[in-house]
Nanobody, 120 residues
Framework: VQLVESGGGLVQAGGSLRLSCAAS????????MGWYRQAPGKQRELVAA????????NYADSVKGRFTISRDNAKSTLYLQMNSLKPEDTAVYYC??????????????WGQGTQVTVSS
């Protein structure tokens, strides 16, 4: 499984961005997908996650009500709509996918990351 993020950039506080993550390869093995972020000097943290059918989502408290995660399985693409952005949302955002494998534990895949910078 390969993951490629896009959509990051520079935006003013209060603005919006939409991140995309295109998955390729054995995408049929993907179950949960999510977005993580890592700010300078901080640990990588979960932003939002979504199950394979999109029926269940999970958000970090800091982004609830502002960010929306979604996935289009037909296009093998994950999205993160980010509204009301704050300077503290500045970070590198990473796409994550968990895929099942035969006779081994689930495998975790990461994208290369996309920079989101929110100016005050």
């Amino acid at each position: 499984v390969q993951l490629v993020e896009s959509g990051g950039g520079l935006v003013q506080a209060g603005g919006s961005l939409r991140l995309s993550c295109a998955a390729s390869g054995s995408t049929f093995r993907i179950t949960v997908m999510g977005w993580y972020r890592q700010a300078p000097g901080k640990q990588r943290e979960l932003v939002a996650a979504i199950t394979s059918g999109g029926g269940s989502t999970n958000y970090a408290d800091s982004v609830k009500g502002r960010f929306t995660i979604s996935r289009d399985n037909a296009k093998s693409t994950l999205y993160l709509q980010m509204n009301s952005l704050k300077p503290e949302d500045t970070a590198v955002y990473y796409c994550n996918a968990v895929a099942w494998a035969i006779a081994t534990p689930d495998i975790e895949y990461w994208g290369q990351g996309t920079q989101v910078t929110v100016s005050s």
